[in-house]
């Protein structure tokens, strides 16, 4: 199944690559579990963000992130996805938080505009997708183009 990729450059999305390894993916008009949550955390923490993912299994939450604009960590660094924006996103921070063994475990990431009632796309980048495969999270839960996606590692 060809799927593509995009990134934003410029503020206009391109298409650019089509993943290269076999994946699952799902759409869904309904939010995916803790979304609410994610989007709660990144309103609280009211950074112009307002990005938080929460790493979730069998209905509990196992940890919950949200995007540092200033801080940085050396796994973000690791899996930078742009050299010069290494600022600790809401993916890796959820990640570093963790307090065990993530394998199995899935994570939604949420980011809810000022009113608190529409979304922001949340996709995440190639540096956090790969951090989230290497950590044996099996799907990746995000709002992206008005509708919910799933991937499945
Ligand atoms: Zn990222």
């Given at each position: 199944m060809a799927i593509h990729n995009v990134r934003h450059t410029c503020n206009k999305r391109v298409e650019y690559v089509e993943f290269t390894s076999p994946i699952h993916f799902s759409v869904s008009t309904e939010k995916p579990p803790f979304f609410d949550l994610a989007c709660e955390i990144g309103l609280e923490k009211?950074?112009?963000?307002?990005i938080a993912a929460v790493i979730y299994q069998k209905g509990r939450v196992i940890s919950h992130g949200w995007n540092q604009p200033t801080k940085t960590h050396p796994m973000q660094a690791r899996y930078k996805?742009?050299?010069?924006r290494v600022f600790m996103h809401a993916e890796i921070h959820a990640l570093v938080r963790?307090?065990?063994?993530?394998?199995?475990c899935s994570i939604t990431i949420g980011r809810a505009h000022k009113n608190g009632l529409t979304f922001g796309d949340t996709r995440p980048c190639n540096g956090c997708r790969d951090a989230i495969k290497d950590e044996g999270i099996r799907a990746v839960n995000y709002y992206y183009g008005g509708r919910f996606e799933t991937e499945y590692f």
């Open positions: 009211n950074n112009r963000y307002r996805n742009r050299a010069e963790a307090r065990q063994d993530l394998s199995g």
